[in-house]
Every structure is written in C-alpha cells, then in structure tokens.
C-alpha cells in the first residue's frame, strides 16, 4: 500500500527542467530514501509534496486519492533550509507552528508540554529562541515538525546542525516514528544513514529518477559477485591455484594474513572459490563485498552521463 | 481562514508587546501635546498689554467688560465703518463689534484685527458675553416666575434653559484694507494633518511589512511556514497584522494626546481656558512645520489662531465625511503600498539589497507630500485632480481636497481607482512573494522579477 505516489510529475522553470517525469512510490510506513547530487531536483519534489508549488504535469496520489489542500496538515515538513522567529519564546512558537498545521490551543499547548518533558526542555519553554544553542534550536524545531503527528514525515537533511549525540537521539526520535506507523520521506546526502534507516529510495539525478527500488535489492542488483578471503599461505601467488574466470582484484598482507579481493564468474559461488583455496591455504574468512549506497549512488551519477556533477 | 487570523494575531502581538511599540505610543503624544500646550502656555503668559476697542451696538455688554491686567478696552460709538477706519488708524490690537439684534439677546460678535487674533481676547470676550447674556436671561427666569406666580422648574432646567453659546467671527484685515475670514486654514490644516498621517504611517508600517518579511526569510522559518499555509495568506496575514499595529498605535496617540491636553491645560490655564482643549486638539496640526510654510500663515504660529473661527469652521466641516474618507484612504493606501513592500522583502536577502527596489515606490509617496503644499494653495487645478486620482498618490492628495469641495463623480473616480491599484499591487505583490522567498542568495533585478511575474 502506498501513501504517497507521484506519478510522472514535471516542473518547468524559465530556463531549467526541475523534474522531468518523476515517479516515486512511498509505501506506508516505510523510510523512503530521496537521493541526488544537489540541483537533481530534490527540493523542488519535496516543495510540490508540500504544495508549496504546483506541478505542472503529472499527478499526486495520497492514501489513495488525489492529494488536496487540506492533506498538508497530515504532513510533517522539516525544511534544510529552516529556522525559527528569534526574537519569540520556544513555548509561544512551538504553539504557534502547531496551530498552523490544524491543532487547537489546548491540543497543541498539552502535548508540547509532554514533549518537553521528554527531550528535557521543559526550562526552555519562556526562554527566547536566539538564547538557545544551535542544536537546541534543532531540536525546536524537530518538534514542532511532528508535533501534529503527521502520516507523512518529510525530512530534508534532518542531520545537520547535530552533534553527534543529538544525531544519534534524532535518528531514534525517527525509528520511533516509523514504529508508531509513520512513513517517511527521507532526503539527504549521508549514504550511510541512508543504509542504516531506509527501506527504498529514489535517486534522483538531472531531474531524472536514475535508481529506484528497496534498498536491499538495489544493494545486491549492484553486486559483483566479489569477495574478499583471508588466508594464510607460503605459495606466492594466489591466482594461478584459482580456476578459470577467477580474478585476483588485489591482495595485500598485514603481520598475520594475506587478504585478496577475488571477482567470481557469473554463475560461481564462493563455495567454488574455497574448495580451489583450501588445499592450499588456511582460511580465515569470507565476505561477500556488497557495494555500499555511496558507491551505488557515485555510480549511477557519474556512470549514467557525464560531465560529473558535484557531490558534497 | 483560521489560519490568517492566527497569522494576523501573532504579527499583531509581537508588535505592540515591543519595546519600541510602547516608546513610540508614549513619545508621539508628548511631543504632540507638547506642540499644541506649550503655544497655549506661552499666549496666557503674554506679557504686553493689549488694547481692545468695542463697539457694542446692542448696549447690552456696556461697561462689562472690564481691563485685565493684559488687556485694555474702550468703548467706541458710532457705526461699524468709521469704527473700521478709526480703528485702523489707531494702532490698536483689537475692534470688538457686537451688531444690535432685533428679539433675542446678542449671541454673536464679530472680532477684527490687523493681525491674527490673541486667543486670550477671544476667549474673554466670549466668557463676558455669555456671561451677561445669561445672566439676563436668568432674570427673566425669575421675573417669570414672580409675575406668573408658576410653581419654580428645578434648577437643573434653569440653567439649561439660559444656557448661552456665543459665536465669534474673528476677520483680519489686511494692510491693503482687504478682509479675510480665515475659514479655509481650518480646511487647510486638517487636510494637510491627515495626509502627513497617511504619508507617515504607509512609510512606517510599509517598512515594517518589509522589515517582517526579510526577517522571516533570512531566518529560513518561511518554508516551514509555507508548508502550512499559502504564500498568499501569510503575505496578507502579516500586511494586514502590522496594518492594524498602525490603527492600534494611531488612536492610542488620539486618545492620549487628548488626555495630556485636557489634564494639562486645564491646570495650566485660567477657568475660561479648559474648554478650548477639545478645539486645540482638533487644532493641533498647525504647528508642524511643514503645515506652517504651507500655509504661509504670520509668523505668530497657531497660539494666536482665533478658537471662534476654529470653532466655526470646525461646524463647516463635514466630519462623518471626513473621518469615513480618512480611514478608507488610510487603510487602502496603506494595503496598496504595504503589498509592494512585502513583494521587495521577498524578492531580496537583507535590507542592504532593498534599495534599487525602494526607490520606485517611494518616490510617488515624496512626490505627493511635496505636492501637498501646492494642491492646499489650488485644490482644485489640475495637479490636485491628476495626484488625487492616480492610486500611488491619491491617499496622500484626495485628503487634502477633502476638506474642500470636491465634485463627488471625483472622488468616486479616486476610490474606485485606489480599491483596483490595490487589487493590481497586492496581486502582482503575490507572484513576486510567494516565488521569492523560497530564492536564497541569487541577486535579484528587475529583469528577475519581470520573469518572476511572468511565470507564476
């Protein structure tokens, strides 16, 4: 079941095409990563989720109808460029974004109460935002994001701006999120939290869905059947005792082991590799080596055209 | 619809919860009752004596009016035109005149002088006039009751019945023998106060609209925002919030201005003295600067204006139209330029960058108070009609023509005019907002902006 589907939706600007039929699928209750070097179109998708501007073409499906105006109080929107009114108290402010998205007074007021308790911010609450810290700010501001709790989640580099304890507390606040039901729209350029958090993504690139899919299965669909072996030997060289299609990418040594990255034919199995190895070697372990997203994502930016567009 | 007003409440009240909002709302009428008491204060200090000639033809007032220690009158006889002339020759201050009346008691006088005249003589006047008068008929009160025998009214009723207003003329002759009844200063300065009103709050609220926007954008809280509520709405929200800051603000300064007035005059001043507040407050604007030179009135300033012909004037003035036209040229030049103010806070990163993009709209608005004097002199030639139709300087223009006649299919035309330039602004304001504050860092020029118009 999907959430949110964008289907074929195209944004024209003067001299530019910010999306060029871009189709995503954003299954409920899953983290849907949103990835792209910068100026893929990333943040112009997340402005036409949010209805901040109209597509010009295509169509936006959520839980199972047509998107409406009213649907953005069911979304939950941290921004990468976002801030605060600093000259306002946390309390009146966090209230304030809260009424905004369709809460009442007394509904707003009493359950940000309960969330300062939580994230111990209770001192904050009469304190003037530009008294807080930047992380502090942060976390403000992550609240007043779920505050209304939102089936849609949308976050945009929610990471930055974080030491790493409040990162790792954020990436909590965020699985707990997903547990109560939430789904989630993820963009960011942190491969590895993309591999730790998500379950599908999209990458985006010049405007153009390049890669999509569950995560665990682009990672594989990326494979190359390669692994690395440690072992313990006096022969010299390793290839010459490998069958046939077998390919020594590299070896290297450390004071106790050697270690090879062998490249298996189509249709080997590492089985086939031991049973060549072991006669004559001692060996230690076997991975397979599964590409990470940053190798995934360099790949299918700089591999699908060129010239290499910037990554930060 | 909620969510405007919840946006309208908290630029509303975040603004008048501002230190400086509680300066200004306590300064602006200080320094406007300032300007209107200390005048006031320094005419009941005069320290030259004046001399008065009276020419009383209904007798009524013979030898009431007795010298003060500032003022010394001498009944003349004969008719008004040799007293003109004598007077004019003798180098007095003032020609009491107080014409013969058939029926009722004299109710009326006419005060001529060479210069404007001293609010203390008419103010005497008028207090020795009612008094006489009321006592007079006081007594034909009582001689009622004793020839009739009628069981007594309450006092109460007494003293309502012979209740006197006494009109005063005040006519200045000139040095070429020519009288002028200034009636139209009064026009004048209302006109020309409400429209430096109109001016002064469309710059200061307009900059404010600016100021909010430019600090919601360089604050990055904007997208949050806007993933709420529509561009549109928080443009409106905020115009509309920062807008009522500036009625809030304007009848703060009314009511205290008036307040310190009367507490003020009224232990500063003789008795007779308490009841021109009300009339100085209304009197007021006369002494900015601006206004004198526009009105090229004598150096002695507003203290020696004549309270009767305020007074008289005052009567003239339609105020139901002129108040109902104030606010609605307030309100709509304020939504018109505020619209075109929020669309530069928009299109630009900080306040430094504002500047190529102020000066066309401020420059009708300068234009227009700097035309103000001119339209005062001619209210009705063509400069006047063109400034007070076109929307950018009507608001500024139209209130000064107010006070005059003005051929109504005018100002219909003006008002129509005013609504569609502020749809027009407020419109073409939107496109430019609701596309640039989700533009960081680009340098923005017009050619930006027509691109900006164009496409969304």
């Given at each position: 079941m999907h959430l949110f589907t964008a289907d074929s939706v195209s944004k024209q600007y003067e001299n530019h095409r910010a999306l060029d039929k871009v189709t995503i699928r954003v299954t409920e209750g899953h983290i849907f990563g949103l990835l792209g070097p910068n100026g893929a179109g990333k943040t112009t998708l997340i402005r036409i989720i949010n209805q901040i501007i109209a597509p010009d073409e295509g169509k936006l499906i959520f839980a199972g109808r047509p998107m409406r105006p009213d649907d953005i109080a069911s979304i939950g929107y941290l921004p990468e460029e976002r801030g605060l009114y600093k000259k306002m108290t946390v309390g009146e402010q966090a209230v304030y974004l809260a009424r905004l998205k369709g809460l009442s007074q007394h509904d707003a007021q009493h359950r940000l109460k309960a969330w300062f308790e939580k994230f111990e911010?209770?001192?904050?609450?009469?304190?003037?935002?530009?008294?807080?810290?930047k992380g502090m700010q942060q976390k403000v501001q992550f609240l007043v994001t779920i505050i209304h709790e939102p089936k849609l989640l949308i976050f945009d580099e929610?990471?930055?701006?974080?030491?790493p304890i409040n990162a790792n507390m954020l990436k909590e606040e965020i699985l707990a999120q997903k547990e109560k039901g939430a789904t989630i729209i993820f963009s960011t350029h942190n491969m590895a939290s993309v591999e730790e958090l998500c379950d599908d993504i999209a990458l985006i690139d010049r405007s153009r869905v390049v890669l999509d899919g569950a995560v665990h299965e682009i990672r594989k669909r990326y494979a190359t059947n390669t692994f690395s072996i440690r072992f313990n030997t006096y022969e010299e060289a390793l290839s010459p005792i490998l069958p046939q299609g077998f390919e020594v990418l590299s070896e290297s040594r450390d004071t106790e082991h050697r270690q090879a990255l062998v490249k298996l034919p189509a249709g080997a199995t590492p089985n086939q590799l031991l049973a060549a190895v072991m006669p004559h070697v001692t060996v230690y372990s076997v991975n397979e080596q599964i590409p990470g997203m940053n190798d995934i994502f360099i790949q299918a930016v700089t591999g699908s055209s060129s010239p290499t567009p910037t990554l930060e | 619809m909620k969510k405007i007003l919840l946006i309208i409440q908290r630029e509303y009240l975040t603004r008048v919860r501002k230190r400086s909002f509680v300066v200004m709302t306590i300064l602006g009428p200080l320094l406007m009752a300032a300007t209107i008491i200390v005048p006031v204060y320094l005419a009941t200090r005069m320290n030259e004596t004046k001399t008065v000639a009276v020419l009383d033809?209904?007798?009524?007032?013979?030898?009431?009016f007795k010298d003060t220690e500032h003022m010394k009158f001498h009944a003349v006889e004969g008719d008004i035109t040799t007293a003109k002339v004598d007077f004019a020759k003798s180098g007095e201050d003032a020609l009491v005149y107080i014409p013969k009346t058939e029926v009722t008691l004299p109710s009326n006088a006419l005060i001529y002088s060479g210069k404007s005249v001293n609010i203390n003589i008419t103010s005497y006047v008028r207090d020795v006039m009612r008094k006489r008068v009321e006592e007079l008929k006081l007594e034909a009160q009582l001689r009622g009751i004793q020839t009739t025998g009628d069981k007594p009214v309450s006092v109460d009723d007494i003293l309502r019945s012979i209740k006197t207003n006494i009109g005063i003329n005040t006519i200045k002759i000139g040095e070429d023998g020519k009288e002028t009844k200034s009636f139209t200063e009064v026009n004048m300065v209302l006109g020309m106060f409400t429209s430096l009103l109109i001016y002064f709050f469309i710059f200061m609220f307009g900059s404010q609209v600016l100021r909010g926007v430019i600090e919601e954008k360089s604050n990055r809280i904007v997208e949050v925002i806007v993933s709420s509520v529509k561009p549109f709405q928080l443009m409106m929200g905020k115009i509309i919030g920062v807008g009522l800051v500036g009625l809030t603000q304007f009848l703060l300064w009314v009511v205290l201005t008036f307040g310190i007035v009367t507490v003020v005059t009224s232990s500063i001043?003789?008795?007779?003295?308490?009841?021109t507040a009300t009339e100085q407050v209304l009197h007021?604007?006369?002494?900015s600067p601006e206004m004198s030179s526009a009105l090229s009135s004598d150096a002695e300033g507003e203290s020696d204006q004549d309270m009767g012909v305020v007074m008289e004037a005052l009567q003239t003035i339609n105020f139901p139209v002129m108040i109902v036209a104030f606010i609605f040229f307030f309100v709509f030049g304020y939504l018109l330029y505020a619209a075109l103010f929020a669309a530069i806070g928009g299109a630009v990163d900080n306040e430094a960058d504002t500047q190529q993009f102020m000066l066309p709209v401020t420059v009708p608005l300068i234009l227009a108070i700097v035309m103000a004097q001119y339209v005062v002199q001619n209210p009705d030639g063509p400069l006047a009609f063109w400034f007070s139709i076109i929307p950018f300087t009507s608001p500024v223009i139209m209130m000064i023509r107010i006070g005059f006649e003005v051929p109504v299919a005018e100002v219909i035309l003006s008002v129509v005019l005013l609504i569609l330039g502020f749809l027009g602004t407020t419109w073409l304001a939107a496109k430019i907002y609701r596309t640039g504050i989700l533009m960081y860092g680009k340098k923005v020029n017009y050619k930006e902006l027509w691109k900006w118009i164009r496409h969304s």
């Open positions: 911010m209770k001192g904050w609450w009469n304190k003037k935002v530009e008294e807080l810290s929610p990471f930055s701006g974080f030491d | 033809e209904s007798g009524v007032f013979r030898g009431k001043t003789p008795k007779d003295m308490k009841k007021q604007p006369g002494i």
